[in-house]
């Protein structure tokens, strides 16, 4: 698939798209009396609560010549990102948040494979990049699975979160050739949020009764990982790779770090500093490696037509 070199506004929104996924998980641990799947339930809920009109005016020639193919993805995307959220979130409850962070980190490689099993060839320095960045991320987090069968429960549930989610990418990736940002987000985050209630309900998960902090909590949540933080990503797939992208990701562990830090005065351990800085140069790998690599593509397509022209 043919990208155009990327601008200064996808630029943009990546860089706000990781500062606001960055507050996902310490807005999480601060509405602790809301239930996981209920907090996942009513940031989808409320996003499309806010996108859906603006969306059905702005672009209602979309949805009303939205082809077969395109809202294929869009709702496979949508049912992606709810199994994310449904088996990653509980995963916490079985296994520690170090081993569960850390195999949720390996979406990357997920987005590898499934690029790879789509017909493409990644770079050998994009694989670098990406192993480069999981094991800081596992490092950071200080990675320590357990040897119980509840541990080994979250474990794979853990898993089953990070294939979830380079699953979500990569169907967005597909669907937004076509689709704009607020078509396929409405779409995308209203499926998601329907089987959300219908696993909270079936689970007898309370969707109501939150003290005025979770409420706000879940608002910040809405506002800033849903429509900031996904919404930012989700528009920068028509510039850039699912699997940069995935990578890019892993930039919510050291901020939600530093956010935890400054805000709930959870400090850093100290060995975790350099797992981050590994994670750091792995991000630094794949993007750095694949612009050079974009800029030598475009100095041979460039050479290539000027011989072309030649008489």
């Not at 996003?47 to 009303?64: D, F, Q, W």
């Not at 010549?65 to 294929?72: I, M, P, T």
């Amino acid at each position: 698939m043919h990208r155009p070199s990327l601008d200064p506004a996808a630029t943009l929104a990546l860089v706000v798209a990781v500062l606001a996924v960055s507050t996902s998980g310490p807005l999480i641990a601060f509405a602790a009396a809301a239930p996981a799947l209920a907090i996942a339930f009513w940031r989808n809920a409320l996003a499309v609560g806010v996108l859906g009109p603006m969306s059905l005016i702005a672009k209602r020639h979309e949805y009303a010549n939205l082809g077969r193919r395109e809202g294929l993805f869009c709702v496979l995307a949508g049912v992606a990102l709810a199994a994310h959220f449904a088996a990653w979130m509980p995963s916490i409850r079985f296994t520690t948040v170090a081993a569960s962070t850390a195999l949720v980190a390996t979406q990357p490689v997920w987005q590898g494979l499934i690029s790879v099993a789509s017909g493409r060839r990644l770079r050998t320095v994009t694989w670098i990049g990406i192993g480069v960045a999981v094991l800081g991320a596992a490092l950071a987090t200080g990675a320590d699975f357990g040897v119980s069968s509840r541990a080994v429960l979250g474990d794979l549930l853990a898993l089953v979160g990070a294939m979830m989610a380079a699953a979500y990418t990569a169907l967005g990736e597909r669907a937004r050739v076509t689709l704009s940002t607020s078509t396929y987000t409405t779409i995308c985050y209203g499926v998601c949020a329907v089987l959300l209630l219908v696993i909270c309900l079936a689970s007898g998960q309370r969707l109501g009764g939150y003290p005025g902090s979770s409420w706000l909590a879940i608002l910040g949540l809405v506002a800033g990982a849903q429509l900031l933080g996904h919404t930012m990503f989700n528009y920068a797939l028509r510039r850039v790779s699912a699997t940069t992208i995935s990578v890019l990701i892993l930039l919510e562990v050291p901020g939600a770090a530093i956010i935890a830090w400054l805000w709930l005065g959870q400090v850093p351990p100290a060995n975790s500093l350099p797992g981050l800085a590994l994670l750091l140069v792995g991000v630094a790998i794949v993007v750095l490696g694949g612009a050079q690599a974009g800029r030598r593509e475009r100095a041979r397509a460039a050479r290539d037509l000027e011989t072309a022209a030649l008489p």
